[in-house]
């Protein structure tokens, strides 16, 4: 049978901000246990929030870019549950009226361009954490974070495969460092995805029963906990079972999903507006101003790279994929090599070796000044693109060369004299009679045949332009 | 001394008639006197009071005091002050001593007055006749086998016994109006938002609001000088002009309407009460005042919409009383849970545990809309009843409780009777309007308070309102016998 997979995320974005979210508290990372846990963060009798106007401002951030209407009013609950790494016994979150609605982010996977919706993204607060171990049959809670501000981002299930989904985290990991709201440090935990998988026959419209897996902090995991899931489920359902609605964790260990609660045991949070706290009111004026300091959107400069550089839409999304690949791109260009050919040798040769090493581009051995330096070579037919193809990698042995030496070094250089082709085209003729009879008695595919004779014997370095050229006007004569 | 006002003992201070220090020590030795019997005091430290008197000695002699520079003030224990115990008359923070100031203990510091102790009050500000409190009941000074009211019955107790001249309060559905009549004293509430909630531990947030608690208006608006106030540490605090209480009091009260809403004269009403606040309505009349009669229709969802929001937001707000940071801790537990159930269940008194329940419940899956949600517009009803009287009065009147003082443990049993005490009260609370109680008259030798009900940041014009009567009479100036 053939099943459709239907993905959605809720990603927690911890906020680059310098207090939580709602006291005056530092949320600076690694600090010791409880130093950071000032009075509201201890919960103590009579303490009150007050929102950080900075974590207001970064969910205003994201709803600029991902094209999502920002709410005038929002409304901030209290989420009540208890746990001893939640001080108050509630969490304060946004439910019913959330800052940021209806957003869109567009993914490219498997060539094609697919639009995410993002319901809603929300600003609430962290909660702390439970030490095991550190006392002997006793449990440590550590407030440091406890209030950190978090932005929830809620997306519609809108995916329909474990790569789509890693696909969508890793373009929104992108996009909130692009637009300076979150460090995006997966290891410290400042972007943590929950994922929500569910399976149905194909073609059919309703919606299966979905399970939550529960604090993806890496995308390796994402993959392969939904890859997990979704086979569990589907065998399940093929065995005649039935899916419950559940949160999971993911175990990177054995690499699969078990049970945390089911729906019977869950939680009655008793949401309620929180009466400490007024509605946020969002005026237009807020909203311009963070608008004016917003940096140009990943999608902005895909378009202009399509429209003023002629680029594919592909080659524009996957240039704009991160803020050092664009910079990247667009040094190179600076240099001066054309943009088609840069897009090319970046998207290609330069991120299959960055991919084969294990690098991300910003430290990437060869330098934009290089890599135009060689693209103007192959544009000026000094080499030709095979032959710049081996320039490359021994660049990137030795990226501190210089780009005609290595030219020069490697004897790469495209012979474009047509004395010297015209020379070596008669000899092929000569040592080659019986090709030239065939091309003479209407075989078209014996000139390909001689081409390819003149170029091995100019060991590659003849211009392949000439030399059909030159061949041709000797043959016909 | 024990009947001076605030100004005269202010008075007292500069012409060096007696010191701070010495004042503090006199109303700490009443306190000492007295209070094994009235209990109207949880926590009394004299060092502490000694020592900022002392400090407010040297303020005054360098020039540098102000009306309250030097005067005790009687403390409710649900205000956070620093190094003192801060027990919110529960066995649950019994061990608390509070790192930080509240806000208001905060302004009474800045200007050099003394704490003279932390008063008795029902237990996380849960009840009428300060019977819950963790502490044990207070006594009614004017009659020791009656309650005092509550919740802030320890420092009505106080002013009334004349043990401070001066106390906090809060007010969440009556708690300084319903005590203030009772113990025959001037209470009020200030509109919500006037005084800073930072530092006072929550019972119902979205109605808490703290206020004075003295003999007369005029003291009244000396301690509002001092409260009020914005504050960033408070969201739900409102960013109003300063000021000044007491220039307004002297103003006349000819042509001021007075509304009489009908509602607050229905059944449920002490016969003899009722009588006093209509004597007292004449005396404004005779003063050159119109009464006017208006009507609240809403008046009888009051309670039950109380009722309803005030728990809701206490059982989230006392969620952190759960024995993992400081407060009580059940000694013995097998696990988490355990541990959980047994602290709250032996660190909360009954009423305290009735309205968790009932708060819980009213937000629980299923039933939130139609007991919260529902409860929240028929609030907005109710505010919306103020303001169309408004439009025809200046000021609207009534009694602040359906009766005089009762005895201890009559209403103990009986939760519902006991919620009745602040049918006048509470409708103010919803709407976030100010309120007044000043004392009117006397019934079997027992206090009857008048209650004022002043519009959005009116205080200046009910005080000056119920100034004007305590020209004309003299019922704040009694004392029960003994006292003096």
Known sequence: MEWDIVIGIETHVQLRTHSKQFSGASVAYGSEPNSQACLVSLAYPGVLPVLNKAAVDCAIRFGLATDASIARRSIFARKNYFYPDLPKGYQISQFELPIVNHGKLTIITKDQEKEVRILRAHLEEDAGKSLHGIVQGKTGIDLNRAGTPLLEIVTEPDMSSAEEAVVYAKKLHELVQWIGICDGNMQEGSFRCDVNVSVKKKGETKLGTRREIKNLNSFRFIKQAIDYEVNWQIETLEDGGKIDQATILFNPETGETRAMRSKEEANDYRYFPDPDLLPLEVTDAMIDKIKSTMPELPATIAERFEKELGLSSYDALELTSSREVTNFFTETIKFGSSAKLSANWILGSLFSQLKENDLSISSCPILPAQLAALIKRIEDQTISNNAAKKVFDALWQKPASEIDGLIDELGLKQISDSGAIDQIVDEVMQTNISMVDEFKSGKDKAFNALVGQVMKASKGKANPTQVSEILKKKLIN | ?484
């Open chain 2, 1 to 484: 001394m024990i009947n001076l006002s605030l100004k005269s003992l202010n008075q007292g201070l500069l012409e060096k008639k007696f010191s701070s220090v010495e004042l503090t020590q006199f109303f700490l030795e009443r306190v000492q006197k007295y209070n094994t019997d009235i209990n109207a005091f949880i926590t009394i430290d004299e060092e502490k009071s000694l020592a900022q008197a002392k400090y407010a000695d040297t303020l005054i002699q360098s020039g540098k005091q102000s009306l309250l520079t030097g005067i005790p003030v009687a403390q409710k224990d649900i205000f956070c002050a620093a190094g003192w115990r801060t027990t919110c008359g529960s066995l649950m923070l019994d061990n608390f001593i509070a790192p930080y100031n509240a806000t208001v203990i905060d302004k009474f510091n800045q200007v050099g007055a003394v704490n003279l102790g932390k008063t008795n009050m029902d237990e996380f500000a849960m009840g009428s006749s300060n019977e819950t409190s963790y502490y044990g009941p207070v006594k009614n000074p004017w009659n020791h086998d009656l309650v005092p009211g509550g919740s802030s019955g320890g420092s009505a107790a106080a002013i009334a016994a004349r043990l401070a001249p001066a106390a906090t309060g809060t007010d969440t559905g009556g708690s300084i109006r319903q005590p203030a009549s009772l113990c025959g004293f001037s209470g009020l509430k200030p509109t919500y938002g006037l005084v800073s909630r930072f530092g006072m531990i929550a019972f119902a947030s979205s109605l808490d609001q703290a206020g004075p608690m003295a003999p007369s208006a005029e003291d009244c608006a000396a301690l509002l000088n001092v409260m009020a106030g914005h504050d960033e540490k408070d969201s739900t605090s409102i960013n109003h002009d300063k000021e000044d209480y007491l220039v307004n009091l002297d103003q006349s009260v000819k042509g001021l309407r007075i509304g009489v809403p009908k509602e607050f004269f229905e059944e449920g009403l002490d016969g003899q009460v009722q009588q006093v606040i209509e004597e007292a309505l004449n005396t404004y009349k005779k003063m050159g005042a119109e009464l006017i009669n208006i009507s609240l229709p809403n008046t009888h969802l009051a309670i039950p919409v109380y009722y309803v929001i005030a728990p809701a937001e206490a059982s989230s707000n006392l969620s952190r009383y759960d024995g993992v940071r400081y407060g009580y801790r059940a000694k013995e537990y097998d696990d988490l849970m355990d541990m959980y159930f047994k602290t709250r269940q032996q660190g909360f008194g009954e009423e305290v545990k009735r309205r968790i329940l009932i708060g819980t419940y009213v937000l629980s899956a299923g039933y939130y809309d139609a007991y919260y949600l529902k409860a929240q517009k028929i609030r907005q009803l109710i505010s919306n009843d103020f303001k169309k009287a408004f439009q025809q009065c200046d000021v609207i009147m009534g009694p602040s409780a359906p009766s005089v003082a009762f005895k201890a443990n009559e209403k103990k049993s009986d939760p519902l009777a006991m919620y009745l005490q602040d049918i006048y009260t509470i409708s103010t609370n919803l709407a976030g309007l100010p309120g007044m109680s000043i004392p009117a008259g006397m019934v079997n030798n027992l206090p009857v308070g008048l209650q004022l009900i002043g519009n959005y940041f009116k205080e200046s014009q009910m005080l000056n309102v119920a100034h004007a009567f305590q020209q004309e009479t003299d019922w704040h100036q009694k004392v029960p016998k003994g006292v003096i």
